[in-house]
């Protein structure tokens, strides 16, 4: 039992080490920047900078945008998982590898690529100014942003609903039909509750980095669209102001915290709901 | 017991790909009745279920619910539910919700939802089980909220598929004597899958044995083990012994070098029979005495009786006897004409009844093997 323990403790002794080094020490760094100034003195001024900044802005607009973006991925990623998880088992295979293919290439090459497409001089600006429609205005623009973030993101959301959907019993799916449950009913009482762990893990994985990007905003956004992210990079690295880059961490954390937290609790009144 | 029909099957066919599953199936059932659809694993008496369920369609041949045709009518619209074999309980429900399903799609009142759950779940003894987790419980107690979910819907027929096979044995004798009473005290029909002849026998009013996607006997529990109607339906209901005979003339019938008195009659002089004669009827007599004779080749105590195989020129039979024999003693066997039952030949000859190979492990291993 002993010599159980100490084993484990040492395979698991690299990873402690690797948390403590990459996860511990930067949230520390992250809880003491935002509470001093440049002096090192413990101060909340930096948290109530939030206050009068147009910060306040910049974070609705990140989680606005955040909530766009994952009930889009929602929307376009239930069916599309739905169909899959549906054919036959080789094809879903091939589906699946076709959803991580883009995964295989950098964000930022993906994000470039956004780019080349809709600039005002991009491909699509270029057919349509071609076949005499002219150009539409697309980059610098939310819609940009979100169809960035949708493009990125969207297999964080349709993997994890997928892998539920595929673990569903198909016979609970026959008993819901043999207890009177027509297509609709089957979908709204059966197949949607026991895909919603998926959902919520997707939902997360989607909401998450989209409130806290700053490339795809900074590169398809522009000014006017700027997202909580690009602030904070912008206050680390050209105003070199790392105190209330990290107060603003921070609070992005706790917002996201908050957000999941919400999120998780959807879930279980649902179910709570339904018991009733 | 001769109610109206209310569902029948007319030839029924349906093959997957080049594999023929359901092969002119037709069958009548009654109303009230618990028949049971009896064969191995591959027969098709699933699939015929899944028929008359509505999530198979047939490719050719009639289904008709109380004399209407049903063909073309989706499950969700039949009178009928089913119980499925791994139960199939929605786990995100309780054990109220679970039962209360039906009743909600049909757009009960709250009042009435309660009444019926609570007196399905008192039907089927779970009293007071209505908040629990379906996670939390039992094999045995998942079945039951299964059983009480489906007739919660009040169907006129109840389809069971294999709905006991998950459960280890004491359980699974409670619960057909459980079964049987619910059917009993709800006065509804019963069809009921099962690979087990043992309780397709003990529950049912009629039984229908499969095999190969065609029905090959259709009878009452006795009828079906005293009058098979060929060498398959003999072997698989209980023991047999069955042989190549010769019927000589009316109740005369010859085998194992012996022409014994039987009780059957109609078959053509000198024609080629089966004969199955059960071993719990062979009466075992001195070497001398016996119409026949063979020497003991294996014994194994069971309990209630003795099971010894016999050799008789060859042919190795499987006796039952409650007097203790020996391997290597040589016995006589006398067989009396109402135990022996004659068949006509059929594809099935020659591949059964004989307890040469016979051993106890295979029997198990073959009980295993499910669809």
């Given at each position: ?159 994890p609903v997928y892998s539920a959907m595929t673990k569903m019993d198909v016979s609970l799916i026959e008993t819901a039909y043999d ?98 | ?371």
């Amino acid at each position: 039992m002993k010599k159980n323990s100490l084993l484990s403790k040492l395979i698991s002794a690299p990873h402690i080490v690797w948390a403590a080094i990459f996860i511990v020490v930067p949230l520390v760094m992250v809880v003491y920047y935002a509470f001093t100034d440049r002096n090192g003195d413990f101060t909340v001024e930096n948290i109530k900078a939030m206050g009068y900044y147009t910060y306040v802005n910049v974070f609705l607009r990140s989680l606005w945008y955040g909530i766009i973006v994952t009930v889009i991925c929602l929307v376009i990623a239930y069916p599309f998982a739905y169909v899959i998880s549906n054919l036959a088992p080789k094809t879903q295979g091939t589906m699946v590898m076709l959803i991580m293919l883009p995964m295989w290439m950098s964000l930022l090459l993906r994000t470039y690529s956004i780019m080349a497409l809709i600039s005002d001089t991009g491909i699509i600006n270029s057919f349509l100014e071609a076949v005499g429609i002219g150009r539409i205005k697309m980059i610098n623009t939310p819609f940009a942003v979100i169809l960035g973030m949708v493009y990125d993101f969207l297999p964080f959301m349709i993997l994890p609903v997928y892998s539920a959907m595929t673990k569903m019993d198909v016979s609970l799916i026959e008993t819901a039909y043999d207890l009177g449950a027509n297509k609709r009913n089957v979908f709204l009482k059966v197949i949607i509750p026991l895909s919603r762990s998926g959902i919520v893990s997707g939902a997360t994985m989607v909401f998450v980095p989209s409130v806290s990007t700053f490339f795809i905003s900074q590169r398809l956004g522009g000014s006017k669209t700027a997202l909580i992210g690009e602030i904070i990079e912008s206050l680390f690295v050209k105003n070199n102001n790392p105190h209330l880059g990290s107060a603003i961490s921070l609070v992005l954390m706790v917002l996201i915290l908050i957000c999941m937290f919400v999120m998780n609790r959807f879930g279980d009144e649902e179910e709570g709901a339904v018991m009733i | 017991m001769e109610n109206k029909v209310i569902i029948q099957l007319k030839n029924i066919s349906k093959s997957y790909g080049d594999e023929k599953v359901l092969n002119d199936i037709n069958l009548s059932i009654r109303d009230k009745e618990f028949i049971t659809l009896l064969g191995p694993s591959g027969c098709g008496k699933t699939t015929t279920l899944r028929v008359i369920a509505g999530f198979v369609e047939p490719d050719g041949g009639d289904v008709i619910f109380d004399g209407k045709k049903i063909n073309d009518i989706p499950p969700h619209k039949r009178q009928v539910n089913t119980i499925f074999q791994r139960y199939a309980l929605f786990p995100h429900l309780n054990v109220y919700e679970n039962v209360a399903f039906g009743l909600r799609l049909k757009k009960k009142s709250e009042e009435e939802i309660k009444k019926t759950v609570g007196e399905m779940l008192e039907l089927v003894n779970l009293k007071g089980f209505g908040k629990r987790n379906v996670d939390s419980l039992s094999g045995g107690q998942q079945q039951r909220v299964a059983i009480a979910r489906a007739l919660a819907n009040d169907p006129k027929v109840l389809l069971l598929d294999e709905p006991l096979s998950a459960l280890d044995l004491k359980l699974r004798k409670d619960m057909q004597v459980e079964l049987k009473n619910i059917q009993k005290e709800m006065g509804i029909t019963f069809i009921y899958v099962t690979h087990d002849q043992e309780e397709a026998l003990s529950m049912s009013d009629t039984v229908v044995v499969m095999d190969n996607g065609m029905i090959q006997q259709i009878g009452t529990p006795q009828e079906i083990y005293n009058e098979p109607k060929n060498a398959f339906v003999a072997d698989f209901i209980g023991e047999s012994n069955i042989l190549d005979g010769v019927m000589k003339e009316d109740f005369r019938a010859e085998f194992s070098g012996h022409t014994f008195q039987c009780l059957d009659k109609g078959f053509g002089i000198s024609e080629e029979v089966d004969v199955v004669i059960r071993p719990e009827d062979i009466v075992v007599t001195d070497y001398e005495k016996g119409m026949i004779s063979g020497v003991v080749t294996s014994v194994t105590f069971k309990g209630v009786h003795f099971e010894i195989i016999v050799d008789i020129d060859g042919f190795k039979w499987m006796i039952q006897t409650t007097k203790e024999q020996f391997v290597g003693d040589r016995i006589g066997l006398d067989i009396d004409p109402d135990s022996i039952h004659i068949m006509k030949k059929s594809e099935y000859s020659g591949r059964y009844g004989d307890y040469s190979t016979f051993s106890d492990e295979i029997e198990h291993l073959s009980d295993v093997t499910e669809e």
